[in-house]
Every structure is written in structure tokens, then in C-alpha cells.
Nanobody, 119 residues
Framework: QVQLVEPGGGLVQLGGPLTPSCAAP????????MRWYRQAPGNEREWVGQ???????SYSDSVKGRFTIFRDTAKNTMYLQMNSLKPEDTGLYYC?????????????WGQGTQVTVSS
């Protein structure tokens, strides 16, 4: 299974910025949506936000106004610009790409990148 590549996590101070990225290998075509999810220890994975092929974005209430998703379609890469980080933003961040597939939609996932916000 082809995986998305997610560099860019790390340790960041309270209130600081961090911008992880998510790159889809060239053999993944016709991406409809790219999404970010996160999972804190002991919690379910939660949806953070997404961007459509046309550039329309939407966000969960917990990150709206602080996080921005943007995409470089030429590089098949999505970015999650995170500002005003809080300790509750700590978690493993996963990216996802949805493609129409030949017969049914196909999801691709990254391996996850750890984001830790220290106070």
C-alpha cells in the first residue's frame, strides 16, 4: 500500500507555530480531498480539517482560527500551518488523501507525525 510522507512534526513551545507537511507520491493521482486527523494518547482519532482539490477548506471547531491548511497541487503536498498551539494540540497527526479509484474511493494514509506542545 502506497503511503503518504509526513515530515515536520516535533516539539514546540506553548503558543508557538509549527507546519508539518504531507506529500503524496507521484503514483497517487486525482486526489479529491486531503485531510488531517490527530490522535492524543487514550483518545479516539479526530478529524482536524481538510482541503478539496478546488482549494475549499474546512476545520474542526477546536482548531478553527488557529490552523490553516494549504496545498501545493503541483507537488501533491499539503501543509498544516498551526499557530497559537496549546497543550491539548499534542498528539500524533495523520494525513489522508481520498481518490475516486477505478471502481470505488481509495484512501491513502501517512504514518503519522508526533506533535508535542510543551508548557
Amino acid at each position: 500500500q502506497v503511503q503518504l510522507v509526513e515530515p515536520g512534526g516535533g516539539l514546540v513551545q506553548l503558543g508557538g507555530p509549527l507546519t508539518p507537511s504531507c506529500a503524496a507520491p507521484g503514483r497517487i493521482f486525482s486526489i479529491s480531498y486531503m485531510r488531517w486527523y490527530r490522535q492524543a494518547p487514550g483518545n479516539e482519532r479526530e478529524w482536524v480539517g481538510q482541503i478539496s482539490n478546488g482549494g475549499t477548506t474546512s476545520y474542526s471547531d477546536s482548531v478553527k482560527g488557529r490552523f490553516t491548511i494549504f496545498r501545493d497541487t503541483a507537488k501533491n503536498t499539503m501543509y498544516l500551518q498551526m499557530n497559537s498551539l496549546k497543550p491539548e494540540d499534542t498528539g500524533l497527526y495523520y494525513c489522508n488523501a481520498l481518490t475516486p479509484g477505478e471502481r470505488a474511493p481509495v484512501d491513502y494514509w501517512g504514518q503519522g507525525t508526533q506533535v508535542t506542545v510543551s508548557s
